[in-house]
C-alpha cells in the first residue's frame, strides 16, 4: 500500500465508533475521534476511561471488535452491515510504519546500542539499505539531543534519554503521525521536562501528534485540541483555553481541578 498525503479537508486520521471489551466488559464504547494535519491531539480523563486503549486499537496492537479507522482516507478496519472487518496485514503494516508510538516505558531493545534501535525498525519494516537507515538514525538522534551517546546501550541512560531515544526511534520512520502514550508518566519530576521540550519542538515543527497524557503541564503547552475521555468514550473536544478556562462543570471541572491541586 502506499498511502499519500491527504488533501487539506481530509483529516489524517479519523475513527468511528470504535468498540473494544475485555473478557466481555466494554472498554470502547463507541469512539468518534479526528485528528488533521499538523494537529497536536491530546487524550485526557481519569484511568480507566479507556485513552490508552484508543491509541493501542488505532496502531492495531489491540484489535478493534466494531467501528471504522481510516488512515489518510485508507479504510484499515470498518463494518459492512453487520460483518466487521480489517485490512490484510500488509496495508496494517504499511499504516503502521506512519503512525509509530512512543510507549510510556520506552520499549528499547535493551541489548542494541541507541543507533541500533533506531535502525532496526528501519531495517526491517521500511527495507532502507543499513547506511541509509544510520545516516537518518544520526539526524534524529541529533534533533533530540542524543547524538553523544549513539553507541551507548539503553541501560546507561537515565529515564528522559531513553525516552528521547525512543522518540527519535519514532521520527526515524519518516512518520505523518506519531502516538504518545503517557510519554512522560514514568519518569522522574527532573526528568520530565527534556522529553517535553522535545515534544515542543516537534509541535513547532509541525508534526502530527495524538497524545495520552495526565500530564497537564504539556497539555496546555502544546495541544491544539483537547479530548476528554469518559466510561469508554471521547465526552468532549475543544481547545485548551475553552476547557481550562475554570467554567466547565461536573467531571471535566473535577478532573482538571483535581490535577491542579
Not at 61 to 84: H, K, M, Q, V
Not at 206 to 211: E, K, N
Amino acid at each position: 500500500m502506499s498511502i499519500t498525503t491527504s488533501p487539506p479537508q481530509q483529516p489524517v486520521l479519523s475513527v468511528r465508533q470504535l468498540h473494544k471489551s475485555y473478557h466481555g466488559a466494554s472498554v470502547l464504547k463507541g469512539v468518534d475521534l479526528c485528528v488533521h494535519q499538523g494537529e497536536i491531539a491530546c487524550l485526557i480523563g481519569p484511568s480507566g476511561a479507556g485513552k490508552s486503549t484508543i491509541l493501542r486499537c488505532i496502531n492495531f496492537l489491540e484489535r478493534p471488535e466494531a467501528g471504522e479507522i481510516t488512515f489518510f482516507g485508507e479504510r484499515l478496519c470498518s463494518e459492512d452491515g453487520n460483518i466487521f472487518q480489517t485490512a490484510s496485514e500488509r496495508v496494517l503494516q504499511a499504516a503502521r510504519a506512519r503512525m509509530p508510538m512512543v510507549f510510556q516505558h520506552f520499549n528499547l531493545f535493551s541489548h542494541r546500542t541507541v543507533i541500533e534501535n533506531v535502525i532496526e525498525g528501519q531495517i526491517v519494516v521500511l527495507r532502507r539499505r543499513k547506511e541509509e537507515a544510520r545516516q537518518r538514525a544520526l539526524a534524529c538522534l541529533g534533533r533530540v539531543g542524543m547524538l553523544k551517546r549513539a553507541d551507548f546501550y539503553p541501560d546507561q541512560l537515565s529515564g528522559g534519554q531513553k525516552q528521547r531515544v525512543a522518540i527519535a526511534r519514532a521520527l526515524a520512520m519518516s512518520p505523518a503521525l506519531i502516538l504518545f502514550d503517557e510519554p512522560t508518566s514514568a519518569l522522574d519530576p527532573a526528568l520530565v521536562q527534556e522529553v517535553q521540550s522535545v515534544m515542543r519542538d516537534l509541535s513547532a515543527e509541525g508534526m502530527t501528534m495524538l497524545i495520552v497524557t495526565h500530564d497537564m503541564r504539556l497539555v496546555r503547552s502544546i495541544a491544539t485540541t483537547v479530548h476528554f475521555c469518559a466510561d469508554g468514550h471521547i465526552a468532549e473536544s475543544g481547545s485548551p483555553a475553552l476547557l481550562f478556562d475554570g467554567t466547565h462543570p461536573s467531571r471535566i471541572g473535577a478532573f482538571i481541578q483535581a490535577d491542579a491541586c
